[in-house]
């Protein structure tokens, strides 16, 4: 009996769902909201490994090739894949961190004068399972993970939003709400680089763009686009054998096409996941922190942004591609090449132009997107050494969120100094 | 009623909008049930309405339910006038 339970709670989805469960009890919902939620968060789970799982079986073709093409590892920049992908090893530090992680954060929104309520459910679910990883890779799991691992979470929800805010005003005009997505340092920074190179007076919103481009603002058909242009340039590079011999029946091309679309068919998956867990656990996060924390900013996703300056958005987006593709050359010369990673390019460019705009107009978001793009895909490649994913099987794949990179690069100083 | 919110990826600002739009339907005594979905995947869900940014609803074309685009996602103030419009217009309850 008792190797049942310990196996029940040692299933990934369970553990999550029993979290969902004790939560949505201690809120006293009724019976019908607790089976609905708790369901709902296992299913969401679960929904998101599949998703992880499809990502990384769709990239070991393409890993093989692009190593065989150029002599070098190609790595795309995604966390949710990354953060799903580990759950097999590592779902009790990551479930615990992000809840307990949350309840710091109400601790220090309500005891510090930094007021914010980190509200951004994905990114607090990669930045959990981010610090679990460094943790693992320090020697550090179990409780004594989760007990670090939280006050850390704790530490980011608040010390980043609290960063951004001066930037966040000059952009929104008030002070209600808060930027809660761990991208923000770098997109206040290339914004205010770009306001210090450009004139406010001259905004982008003046700046006429054509909406033909408007079909790339989704992201699957953006993705799909890039995707099958990156693995169509691995095989035309890689060996005619290889290609064959990973082509088995199929021509080559068809090949190619099928696995750089079930690339984005994972990712798909993966984002509906996500979305099923966290359209339960945020909604009951926002309750718990306006009843305990009055008058806390919320710190919210980076779109929110957007509406400031709708054209600066496309400026910002279309230099970060950019910007991406000069770094990605770049990366050559480095141990890694990172190849162009839409999500981040596109969520973190757009806001990127709407910040550089705000403090410096048309060449202010020019220069902000640009600088966006490129520092955010070459910080990957200098920080690759620093965390290495083979051991949970994972190919392709790395980091991408700047500000999480910049607390794994602390938590690997810090260890340095006590010889972990 | 049933209410869908999108934005780019279904689970950022179209959560929170979501959210709100409940609140401000508990306010006025409408019991608001709803799903935060990405772009992609609103066509032939069943609801009474689509409410998102201004910005992405333009991009979406042939939905039979009242679209409905919010300039400033922020602005609570807008995003209560828009609902009330659409319940005085519409007869679902």
Known sequence: ?420 | MKIITTCGMGFGTSLMLLMDIQEIGRKHGVDVQGEALDMSSVKGRDCDAIFGSSEIVKELSDIDVPVIGISNILDKAEIEAKFLDFIKQSDVK
Request: charged letters at 10%; a neutral charge; glycine letters at 12%.
């Open chain 1, 1 to 420: 009996m008792l190797g049942f339970i310990t196996s029940f709670l040692s299933t990934p989805a369970f553990i999550i769902g029993f979290v969902a469960l004790v939560g949505l009890i201690a809120m006293r919902r009724a019976a019908s909201d607790v089976i609905k939620g708790t369901l709902k968060t296992i299913l969401g789970f679960m929904i998101l490994q599949a998703g992880s799982g499809i990502i990384v079986d769709s990239l070991v073709p393409f890993s093989q090739m692009f190593e065989d093409a150029f002599g070098l590892e190609g790595v795309i920049a995604e966390d949710n894949a990354i953060a799903a992908a580990v759950q097999a090893v590592l779902s009790m530090e990551t479930s615990f961190i992000l809840v307990f992680g949350f309840l710091l954060n109400l601790v220090f929104a309500r005891l510090t004068p930094l007021k914010y309520i980190f509200l951004t459910g994905h990114m607090m679910f990669s930045m959990a399972a981010t610090i679990a990883i460094v943790l693992d890779q320090m020697g550090v799991s179990g409780w004594a993970a989760v007990g670090v691992g939280s006050v850390i979470q704790g530490v980011t929800s608040v010390v980043f939003p609290a960063l951004a805010q001066p930037f966040v005003r000059k952009v929104t005009g008030n002070d209600n709400v808060a930027f809660g997505f761990y991208g923000s340092s770098l997109v206040w920074a290339t914004g205010w680089i770009g306001g210090k190179l450009g004139n406010k007076e001259r905004t982008t919103e003046d700046v006429k763009i054509s909406p033909k481009l408007d079909f790339l603002k989704e992201m699957s058909v953006l993705m799909s686009i890039v995707m099958v242009l990156v693995y169509g340039v691995a095989a035309a590079f890689a060996s005619p054998e290889l290609v064959a011999e990973l082509s088995g029946e199929q021509p080559a091309p068809l090949m190619v096409v099928l696995n750089a679309l079930t690339f984005v068919v994972g990712i798909l998956i993966l984002l509906q996941g996500v979305r099923m867990f966290l359209g339960e656990l945020i909604p009951a996060f926002k309750g718990i922190s306006e009843k305990l924390v009055p008058g806390a900013k919320p710190a919210l996703d980076v779109p929110i942004f957007y509406a400031f300056a709708p054209t600066a958005t496309t400026i910002g987006f279309i230099m970060a591609v950019v910007g991406g593709l000069v770094a990605t050359v770049l990366s050559t010369f480095t141990t890694v090449v990172v190849l162009p990673s839409v999500i981040g390019l596109f969520f973190m460019g757009a806001a990127a132009g709407v910040f550089g705009n705000a403090m410096g107009g048309r060449r202010g978001a020019v220069i902000a997107g640009f600088l966006l793009g490129f520092l955010f895909q070459f910080i990957v490649a200098v920080a690759y050494p620093l965390v290495g994913l083979d051991d949970y099987g994972i190919t392709g794949l790395w980091f991408a969120s700047p500000d999480a990179i910049l607390v794994v690069a602390l938590m690997r100083a810090v260890g340095l100094l006590f010889g972990v």
